[in-house]
């Protein structure tokens, strides 16, 4: 597209395998099989730093539809955006704004949950993927000070 977007469209295909480590086997079963999705995703990238910009916008936004999931019992859809605006407030300061969301657009056989919140970078309080669901809304403003 250019040197501030990328548009990718393919084919991803594997053998899942979930074993839960923790927690109520009626709530979260141990699944395995086949994996298989197409994928549209989109990016636009405008930020003054690839690792921690200080400056500018992103949008990262897929659009997958799954034909075969690890107890999923239908083909669905998915897709999420994610989105932050990064203002330099002063030489040392920044302001971040952050939001992202995702959605199976109503398809509930998806076998287990899609999205995954938690860990370092969502959530930082929860362990990796610990909050599970077909549909998540999440925003933030963090002030970065250098």
């Known amino acids: 597209m250019n040197r501030f977007s990328e548009l990718r469209f ?3 295909t594997g053998f899942l395998s ?3 480590s923790i927690g109520n086997p009626g709530l979260l079963p141990d699944v395995s099989g086949r994996q298989g999705f197409s994928r549209l995703r989109y990016v636009v990238d405008h ?3 690839p690792t ?5 916008f ?3 936004s897929r659009f997958e539809f799954y034909d075969a999931n690890p107890g999923a019992t239908e083909h669905f859809p998915l897709a999420e955006i994610r989105s932050g605006v990064f203002q330099r407030v002063s030489r040392i300061s ?3 704004l952050l939001a992202s969301g995702g959605s199976t657009m109503g398809y509930r056989g998806t076998g287990l949950p899609t999205f995954g919140l938690g860990g370092p970078q969502r959530l930082a309080a929860y362990g990796t993927n610990e909050l599970l669901a077909n549909q998540y809304f999440l925003s933030s403003q963090v002030t970065f000070i250098a």
């Open 18 to 20: 979930l074993t839960r």
């Open 10 to 12: 393919g084919y991803q």
């Open 58 to 60: 992103l949008l990262q």
């Open 94 to 96: 920044s302001l971040f």
């Open 47 to 49: 930020t003054d730093d």
């Open 52 to 56: 921690l910009p200080r400056q500018g």
